[in-house]
């Protein structure tokens, strides 16, 4: 569908969605409908031809500017974001929303999270 439509979304999951987001990961679309069996709810896009999963606090809506054995390299158009993971400066609160990813070496997932630096832009003092 990605090459079809030239777009896609990119949705964070997290401490809250690990379950339905291991269930997207490991079971294959080809074999059964996981938006149905999953329950989730699905909002077409209003930015590009793709849709959003509404469980999902966080998501990119991006069109593709090349996709070639595999690459898929996107051009971010809007970022959906649930106003609950505003900060009181309407800034992404990464923590609040315990994004995770998975620990491959120990088949889990896990919370982000320490600040561990600014990233420079102007340089580097090593």
């Given at each position: ?64 500017e090349s ?60």
């Amino acid at each position: 569908m990605i090459s079809n439509k030239k777009a896609f979304t990119l949705s964070f999951a997290t401490k809250k969605t690990e379950k339905i987001s291991d269930y997207f990961g490991v079971v294959s679309g080809n074999k059964e409908d996981k938006i149905a069996k999953s329950g989730v709810h699905i909002t077409p896009s209003k930015h590009v031809d793709a849709p959003i999963i509404e469980e999902y606090p966080l998501t990119l809506e991006c069109t593709v500017e090349s996709f070639e054995a595999g690459n898929l390299i996107g051009n971010v158009i809007n970022v959906s974001i649930d106003e609950d993971y505003l900060d009181e400066n309407g800034k992404i609160d990464v923590d609040k929303m315990e994004i995770i990813a998975f620990d491959m070496v120990n088949n889990t997932y896990r919370v982000l999270g320490e600040n561990v630096g600014k990233a420079f832009k102007d340089g580097f003092d090593l």
